[in-house]
């Protein structure tokens, strides 16, 4: 009957309880809805900036770095793009050449502009960056193999360098048969390049100090002109559930690359081990500096190496003039582990790259050995296979690389959590002060409750079930509003182009409300506490009162 | 048999100027009596009823009601006290508006956990003795002040009270209300042996009571036992 009572109770005045119903659904609909946009809008901004700028997942070499990306090329990048083409989670993918450059204008707007030249497969470019589809002037490298190659710049640099200019009306005239340099363009081995260049197609990006950055040319062309391989920088794609990748993904992802590249690695090995190595084993590769080398033939009748048909143990072995970083040149014991027959005719002595040993890096450079009979050599293990540790390749999803993403993500999230406490807060003193009237306005009515054996419990309990039951009638209009209007507009969109909306940011002008269904469950959670703390105080108000008093109130 | 008994019961209010509202009451009050407690206003009849309806609790000396003392129970034995013993008749009706007549009389019944045949059985046998048998189903704001207090006799008397404490119960009603009341009552002291214990004002009440206690500055002045009642 309590229930019963309570529930009449709120309908004892329904203009002031409706209104409080009103209030509670209403301020529900605005806390999810305003949840909805906030989360759309920022879904909206992180797919653009993954899908034409970051993707879900890139692969470096351990050492990369964007701002200077040099020769920390990926090892094995032909077997490693193919793996990442065929892997199943793979939607589509694409691999870059990166270099720091400057672009020299000699027409038009004098003078010379910093840029980052992105060597692309253009095909595949398009697929994971919709590059092509950001095209507003010119083409998008429709003819490979040019002799001047064409490039791809932003509006904005256009505009810096002169070739984008505006007649008396305001439209916009491109000039597309200029030629320009890029110049200083780094190379592996540390010298520069500069190659002439002319521009195919203006493209427009969201982000605006991109476009003013970035130049496109197909990696083709640059790697001919540049007289490179088939060096790639960076392997970048778009996978499924992409945007959600999660670390244990991620680490299995890393895992796999490794373990195939392993795999590649010792195939590798092995081959070259068949062909050359003569005698002893290849150096063991690990992280950082193992000081294990191979030498060849020559250099071990030169060093007197073998004794008794095995490598003397008895020596220390230092490598000076010869520097790692190629930068200072210093003085390296070495432990020489096995000889290998390179046909040359000068001694020579190959030492790991990095952590890394592969075909490209054992044609090192020859090296001057002085010997030092100073101790025994230790570790030298004849028998031993080469270790090849697989911590090659960086695999970074886009939380990684692009980290204030999801901090701003969160941020945003925590932000609108608070909003909507906020909104609960006032809603919830709303309900106190209703609830606060109810009970001046029937104290004498308690009081004869309690005067005829009504204890404090029940009375407390009445008055906790019509707060609660107000907000219980409230939240589920206001859900029910909410998730019709995101609905409705999370097909339609919102179009805020009108507005400020920081495109300049990467931010997206049409937003499409969308809130995770879980998100419904989190603001019930709150509304239920809300509604009983709003409940609490009316009612701990409720049994205080006297009954001799409370009775006689007028 | 002694129902009511207090044994030099005080009560003051604490305040800058101290008041005793209730000075060295010595009472005794029989199963089926029907008395009415008179006295001017500040004269200490509602704290007195107060207090032996286990609302208030006196300062010193005691109150025994059926034999225990109430004036040293704690709250919640008060209250399951006052729902096990004492039916409640107020000045203002006080039903509780969202429920219908029965409703309001089952209702205590409910907090005393009877079951359900025996409520439904009593509030109907209730609201026919107090003449109500047709308006079982009328919420309060569908009946008139008379009909109202007699609602409010047939909950007090729904669980079985010891007697039943009427703090002004005629001080709303009409005269042909009072009169349909005063009959009503009267009617469920003879018959029932119902103890009625009245605070008032009202002449008529007073007319029909079988003993008059009066108070002034909280002490007894008179106590007149009648005979008989008054027509």
Known sequence: MLLQISWRNIWRNPLRSGLIIVAIALGIWAAVFTFAFSFGMMESRTRDILETQISHVQFHHPEFEREDPGSNFLPLSQELIEKVENDPATLTSTARYLANGILNSTKGRKGTFPVQILGIQPANEAEVTSLDNRIIAGGYFEKEGRRVPEVVIGKSLAEEIGALTYDESGKEIYDFKRKITLSNIQLPNSSSAAIRVKIGGIYKAQNSQLEKLQVFINKDDLLRKLNLGTEVHEIAALIQDGKTLSKEKKVSYQKDLQESQSTVVKQLTKKIRSQSLIFGSLPSVDEGWTAEVVINKVMSQKMQLMQDSAIRTDRTYKISGFSLNEEDEKTFTVYPTGIIDDGDVKPAVYMPKGNMLYEADLIGKPMRITKAETEKIKNIKLESEAKMVAQTVKVESWSDLAPEIEVIDNQFSSSMRIFVIIILLALGFGIVNTMLMAILERTRELGMLMSIGMNKAKVFTMIMLETVMMTFIGAPIGMALAALTISYTGQTGIDLSGLETGAEFGMSSMVYPSIPITYYGEVAVMVIIAGILAAIYPSLRAIRLKPAEAVRAI | ?231
């Open chain 2, 1 to 231: 048999m002694n129902i009511i008994e207090t044994k030099n019961l005080y009560k003051t209010y604490e305040g800058v100027v101290p008041v005793t509202a209730v000075n060295d009451v010595n009472l005794e009050i029989k199963k089926g009596e029907f008395t009415a407690i008179v006295g001017p206003s500040g004269s200490g009849k509602t704290t007195l009823l107060n207090i032996l309806g286990g609302l208030d609790s006196p300062t010193s000396g005691s109150a025994i009601v059926d034999g225990q003392d109430i004036a040293h129970l704690r709250n919640n034995e008060l209250i399951d006290f006052r729902l096990n013993n004492i039916g409640f008749v107020f000045q203002a009706y006080n039903l509780i508006p969202v429920l219908t007549a029965r409703e309001n009389v089952e209702f205590v019944m409910l907090l005393q956990k009877r079951s359900k045949e025996e409520r439904e059985a009593r509030t109907k046998e209730l609201l026919e003795a107090v003449g109500l048998g047709e308006l079982l189903d009328k919420r309060p704001n569908q009946m008139s002040g008379g009909q109202q207090q007699r609602v409010a006799v047939a909950r007090a008397l729904a669980p079985k009270p010891t007697f039943i404490l009427a703090d002004e119960p005629t001080a709303n009603l009409d005269s042909q209300s009072t009169a349909t009341l005063l009959d009503i009552m009267a009617e469920l002291n003879q018959k029932e042996n119902i103890t009625f214990l009245f605070s008032t004002h009202d002449q008529r009440v007073i007319d029909r009571a079988k003993r008059v206690i009066t108070l002034e500055d909280g002490k007894i002045v008179s106590d007149e036992t009648r005979e008989t009642t008054v027509a």
